[in-house]
């Protein structure tokens, strides 16, 4: 076979929809989990630049950043969810987009400080690698060819605008970025929800948001720790430090405890008549976790600038507890979510009660200035063990231990 | 009532063996993948202390305190792959064992430098762990039979032993507290060998997951590589000679990860090592090599990253390249090539023998390199080495020699069908 014919048949005969039917879950492949640990790479840059500028300004701006960023990152890992990755051009496909990642992570510091040029290029490059990809599926045999149709023409729809962005100077390039990231948002809800048939891949995209969840928390402990030498430090740092590490713990404990690896299911349910209640559910658990990532990452910045401030023996930096509390706060909400959408659906009160500690943090993160690091962390840690013990006490011995 | 009683109720819990009941493989599970992000931490740390000192005595106590964190993770992860780690109070010891670790990456930097005491201590607090957890494992849930219990007997016994003579350690001044701590190293391995290679009845699930954990274990410190590499070149401007050194050095990377996971068996830890049938002599050294060939590949990674950084940042800064920077670059790749040829050697069916000698060509081509290559620039030698492995991944694509899984994924039905 020629290298021209081969080509071609493996750009339109070979994509399928991701269907195993053996008894049990599909599970992340290895070149899944590494595309993901690159991704790591950019969420710690983003994480640095927060370090760097502490303060409702810096907060803003990270947020947003971490948005578009975690956006792809949904885009391209719900891809490899929806279509088997499996040939060798799908497989060329991830590993280019883990290069273009890399470079994406070098252009995150000054995207919104005069490279945001750079920035919209990487992600652009991205997009266009994505949509290449979609348009292979065009070519796919499929009983939902209207809802592919769609979904691909959005697609494209959605790196033209970000392309536009790049002819355009920034105040009306940040525009064209979140017209971008909201037609995308809001254009695959309404694919999901509007058409009643749809491509139905077994998922296993639970396991990827969870995997996503511990390396993002992984690289916290990393960023809290690393460099950090215990021989020469005093009892009062490791006390932050033991206590920084708590808060990783209970963070951990809340997401992996009521972990479900069957959240994110598109197999029609048994009642024909509630499937799109049921993927409104999907959707919001989805998305949720942007809450649940962001968060963490916030949240470890603001442990990192504690247990420094108590290793130099410094008062805490004035942004701090925003960012700690903050991050804190949009985690609680996005776990919350995220399990109260999940079909062993959390019950009300544990979301109240979630809630409620979110909206304590909020009110702290507004209106209280601490200087001392023990203070703000260790606040920090008696809310989350209370919060910890109500849920375990509720449900007594009973429930699995998360394996 | 209750806490008391339940509290006293949880520690009273026999432990139990892992028992698989739908022959399923098991899957790593997410406090141990959260152990394993830890470890990485120390990891880390040792990649750095190597970064600063690109000396050949820098190398060779990277090497050894890497063997040390090596072993730690090892029987960490041993543990849980036998016993169930489900129970709250097991739960609890891990997290407790997690915090260690962080104090373990700290003080992993001083071991060599005045601050060997705190490293032992540290190393200590795990062991004891350990032999704790082991000496709970006395009192199993259900019935041994003789030939289990004599193993338990003895893998007990080494546990406590290995773990006395690190204690040991803390009372003796410098040069004989590492002698101390090579001797317990060394009894430990000494006696997991012979444990496995004489006892026919072991402990141990066919369904083990071990090799998913030191899959795992791969492609975290892959990960921390691909972290240091990008975090530490993030200076250079972006210029399309950059991109292309940038591209070389992550296609070195992603060879990397190929060649670990392209022959990826997930049950081959439980297939050579707890095996029990008539053909146990034979597997059993086998295992034990597929298990120790690991040390070489994780380590392999970890320097190459060194060596990747190092040769990034001269060719940024239009620099010449320290010797430290080619040594740890080429013997890095050479000992992780070394590492996985000898732990996929082991699995069954057998690597083709030309897949074998290409593999060992390419070792010794990465050693010429590292003795002869003194007058390459940083972006030729990094060209060089690309190259070279590309050849040899192409070359095995092309023999396409028994392996096992045709994909490197980790889906179940693949592996059983």
Same mark, same amino acid.
């Given at each position: 076979m020629s290298l021209a014919s081969w080509a071609g048949s493996s750009l339109t005969g070979s994509l399928t929809v991701s269907t195993e039917t053996g008894e049990s879950l599909r599970h992340a492949t290895w070149l899944e989990l590494f595309f993901d640990l690159v991704f790591i790479v950019a969420l710690a840059e983003l994480g640095a630049s927060l370090h760097d500028s502490l303060g409702v300004a810096g907060f803003v701006r990270f947020a947003a950043l971490f948005a578009v960023v975690w956006w792809v990152w949904l885009a391209v890992s719900y891809y490899a969810d929806t279509y088997a990755t499996d040939d060798l051009l799908s497989r060329l496909f991830v590993v280019v987009a883990m290069f273009l990642v890399i470079l994406l992570s070098r252009t995150i510091p000054d995207a919104l400080a005069g490279g945001s040029l750079a920035f919209a290029a990487s992600v652009f490059a991205l997009r266009v690698l994505l949509t290449l990809g979609h348009l292979r599926a065009l070519y796919m045999r499929s009983e939902a060819r209207q809802f592919v149709q769609y979904w691909v023409g959005l697609e494209v729809l959605v790196t033209a605008v970000w392309g536009l962005s790049l002819l355009v100077p920034p105040p009306g390039r940040y525009g064209l970025w979140v017209a971008s990231v909201s037609l995308g948002t809001a254009g695959l809800a309404v694919v999901y929800l509007g058409f009643d048939t749809i491509e139905t891949q077994v998922s296993h995209f639970s396991e990827r948001l969870g995997l996503f969840t511990i390396l993002v928390l992984g690289e916290t402990v990393l960023g809290v720790s690393y460099g950090t030498s215990f021989v020469a430090l005093g009892a009062w740092a490791v006390f932050v430090g033991a206590l920084a590490f708590a808060i990783v713990v209970a963070v951990w404990w809340l997401y992996f405890d009521r972990f479900d690896e069957q959240a994110v299911s598109w197999s029609p349910p048994?009642?024909?008549?509630?499937w799109l209640e049921a993927r409104q559910r999907v959707i919001v658990n989805i998305y949720s976790h942007y809450l649940v990532h962001g968060g963490i990452v916030a949240m470890g910045v603001g442990l990192a600038v504690a247990v420094e401030a108590s290793l130099a023996a410094h008062a805490l930096p004035a942004g701090t507890p925003l960012v700690l509390y903050t991050g804190l706060a949009a985690l609680l909400v996005g776990v919350a979510l995220s399990h109260r959408t999940s079909p062993s659906s959390l019950g009300a009160r544990p979301v109240l009660a979630r809630c409620v500690l979110a909206a304590v943090f909020l009110a702290l993160a507004a209106g209280w200035q601490p200087r001392s690091p023990v203070v703000v962390v260790g606040a920090a840690v008696c809310l989350l063990c209370a919060l910890v013990a109500v849920e375990t006490g509720r449900r007594a011995v009973t429930a699995p231990v998360p394996g | 009532m209750q806490v008391s009683s339940r509290l006293g109720s949880w520690c009273q819990i026999p432990v139990s063996v892992y028992a698989d009941t739908d022959g399923g493989l098991r899957h790593a599970s997410w406090l141990e993948l959260f152990l394993d992000l830890v470890f990485v931490v120390a990891v880390a740390e040792l990649g750095a202390m190597l970064h600063e000192d690109l000396t050949l005595a820098g190398l060779v106590e990277f090497v050894a305190l890497f063997a040390i964190v090596w072993w730690i993770w090892l029987s960490l992860s041993y543990f849980a792959d036998v016993f169930d780690t489900e129970d709250p109070v097991s739960v609890a010891m891990i997290v407790a064992s997690m915090f260690g670790l962080i104090f373990l990456s700290g003080t992993v930097g001083g071991a060599f430098h005045g601050g060997s005491l705190a490293f032992a201590v540290a190393v200590l607090l795990l062991r004891g762990y350990l032999t704790v957890a082991h000496v709970r494992a006395r009192h199993l849930r259900r019935q041994v039979d003789a030939g289990e219990r004599r193993f338990l007997k003895y893998w007990i016994g080494l546990e406590i032993f290995v773990t006395g003579v690190w204690a040991l350690s803390l009372f003796v001044p410098e040069p004989g507290r590492y002698g101390l701590w090579l001797a317990s190293l060394v009894i430990s391995v000494a006696g997991i060998t012979t444990i496995y290679l004489n006892f026919r009845r072991v402990l141990g699930p066919e369904a083990s997951h071990c090799s998913e954990r030191f899959g795992l274990f791969t492609i975290l410190v892959l990960g921390e590589t691909v972290l240091a590499v990008a975090l530490g070149t993030s200076v250079a401007a972006v210029t399309p000679g950059a991109v292309l050194v940038s591209a070389l050095a992550f296609a070195v990377v992603v060879m990397v990860w190929w060649f670990y996971f392209? $022959?990826?068996?997930?049950r081959i830890y439980g297939r050579l090592l707890y095996v029990q049938n008539e053909h146990w002599k034979r597997l059993r050294p086998r295992g034990i090599t597929y298990v120790y060939a690991h040390v070489l590949v994780h380590a392999g990674i970890v320097v190459t990253g060194v060596g990747i950084a190092v040769t990034l940042e001269s060719a940024f800064s239009g620099h010449a390249l320290p010797p430290g920077g080619r040594l740890t670059l080429t013997l890095g790749l050479a000992a992780f090539l070394a590492g996985t040829g000898l732990a996929q050697w082991m699995?069954?069916?057998?690597?083709?023998g030309r897949v074998g000698a290409a593999r060992l060509s390419l070792v010794g081509f990465c050693v010429l390199l590292a003795v002869g290559g003194g007058t390459l620039s940083p972006t030729l030698l990094l060209a060089i080495v690309a190259l070279a492995t590309f050849a040899l991944l192409c070359f095995e694509g092309v023999t396409?020699?028994?392996?096992?899984?045709?994909?490197?994924? $980790?889906?179940?039905s693949e592996g059983s069908s």
């Amino acid at each position: 076979m020629s290298l021209a014919s081969w080509a071609g048949s493996s750009l339109t005969g070979s994509l399928t929809v991701s269907t195993e039917t053996g008894e049990s879950l599909r599970h992340a492949t290895w070149l899944e989990l590494f595309f993901d640990l690159v991704f790591i790479v950019a969420l710690a840059e983003l994480g640095a630049s927060l370090h760097d500028s502490l303060g409702v300004a810096g907060f803003v701006r990270f947020a947003a950043l971490f948005a578009v960023v975690w956006w792809v990152w949904l885009a391209v890992s719900y891809y490899a969810d929806t279509y088997a990755t499996d040939d060798l051009l799908s497989r060329l496909f991830v590993v280019v987009a883990m290069f273009l990642v890399i470079l994406l992570s070098r252009t995150i510091p000054d995207a919104l400080a005069g490279g945001s040029l750079a920035f919209a290029a990487s992600v652009f490059a991205l997009r266009v690698l994505l949509t290449l990809g979609h348009l292979r599926a065009l070519y796919m045999r499929s009983e939902a060819r209207q809802f592919v149709q769609y979904w691909v023409g959005l697609e494209v729809l959605v790196t033209a605008v970000w392309g536009l962005s790049l002819l355009v100077p920034p105040p009306g390039r940040y525009g064209l970025w979140v017209a971008s990231v909201s037609l995308g948002t809001a254009g695959l809800a309404v694919v999901y929800l509007g058409f009643d048939t749809i491509e139905t891949q077994v998922s296993h995209f639970s396991e990827r948001l969870g995997l996503f969840t511990i390396l993002v928390l992984g690289e916290t402990v990393l960023g809290v720790s690393y460099g950090t030498s215990f021989v020469a430090l005093g009892a009062w740092a490791v006390f932050v430090g033991a206590l920084a590490f708590a808060i990783v713990v209970a963070v951990w404990w809340l997401y992996f405890d009521r972990f479900d690896e069957q959240a994110v299911s598109w197999s029609p349910p048994d009642e024909d008549d509630r499937w799109l209640e049921a993927r409104q559910r999907v959707i919001v658990n989805i998305y949720s976790h942007y809450l649940v990532h962001g968060g963490i990452v916030a949240m470890g910045v603001g442990l990192a600038v504690a247990v420094e401030a108590s290793l130099a023996a410094h008062a805490l930096p004035a942004g701090t507890p925003l960012v700690l509390y903050t991050g804190l706060a949009a985690l609680l909400v996005g776990v919350a979510l995220s399990h109260r959408t999940s079909p062993s659906s959390l019950g009300a009160r544990p979301v109240l009660a979630r809630c409620v500690l979110a909206a304590v943090f909020l009110a702290l993160a507004a209106g209280w200035q601490p200087r001392s690091p023990v203070v703000v962390v260790g606040a920090a840690v008696c809310l989350l063990c209370a919060l910890v013990a109500v849920e375990t006490g509720r449900r007594a011995v009973t429930a699995p231990v998360p394996g | 009532m209750q806490v008391s009683s339940r509290l006293g109720s949880w520690c009273q819990i026999p432990v139990s063996v892992y028992a698989d009941t739908d022959g399923g493989l098991r899957h790593a599970s997410w406090l141990e993948l959260f152990l394993d992000l830890v470890f990485v931490v120390a990891v880390a740390e040792l990649g750095a202390m190597l970064h600063e000192d690109l000396t050949l005595a820098g190398l060779v106590e990277f090497v050894a305190l890497f063997a040390i964190v090596w072993w730690i993770w090892l029987s960490l992860s041993y543990f849980a792959d036998v016993f169930d780690t489900e129970d709250p109070v097991s739960v609890a010891m891990i997290v407790a064992s997690m915090f260690g670790l962080i104090f373990l990456s700290g003080t992993v930097g001083g071991a060599f430098h005045g601050g060997s005491l705190a490293f032992a201590v540290a190393v200590l607090l795990l062991r004891g762990y350990l032999t704790v957890a082991h000496v709970r494992a006395r009192h199993l849930r259900r019935q041994v039979d003789a030939g289990e219990r004599r193993f338990l007997k003895y893998w007990i016994g080494l546990e406590i032993f290995v773990t006395g003579v690190w204690a040991l350690s803390l009372f003796v001044p410098e040069p004989g507290r590492y002698g101390l701590w090579l001797a317990s190293l060394v009894i430990s391995v000494a006696g997991i060998t012979t444990i496995y290679l004489n006892f026919r009845r072991v402990l141990g699930p066919e369904a083990s997951h071990c090799s998913e954990r030191f899959g795992l274990f791969t492609i975290l410190v892959l990960g921390e590589t691909v972290l240091a590499v990008a975090l530490g070149t993030s200076v250079a401007a972006v210029t399309p000679g950059a991109v292309l050194v940038s591209a070389l050095a992550f296609a070195v990377v992603v060879m990397v990860w190929w060649f670990y996971f392209y $022959r990826y068996d997930e049950r081959i830890y439980g297939r050579l090592l707890y095996v029990q049938n008539e053909h146990w002599k034979r597997l059993r050294p086998r295992g034990i090599t597929y298990v120790y060939a690991h040390v070489l590949v994780h380590a392999g990674i970890v320097v190459t990253g060194v060596g990747i950084a190092v040769t990034l940042e001269s060719a940024f800064s239009g620099h010449a390249l320290p010797p430290g920077g080619r040594l740890t670059l080429t013997l890095g790749l050479a000992a992780f090539l070394a590492g996985t040829g000898l732990a996929q050697w082991m699995t069954l069916p057998e690597m083709d023998g030309r897949v074998g000698a290409a593999r060992l060509s390419l070792v010794g081509f990465c050693v010429l390199l590292a003795v002869g290559g003194g007058t390459l620039s940083p972006t030729l030698l990094l060209a060089i080495v690309a190259l070279a492995t590309f050849a040899l991944l192409c070359f095995e694509g092309v023999t396409h020699d028994g392996v096992p899984a045709p994909a490197p994924g $980790r889906s179940l039905s693949e592996g059983s069908s």
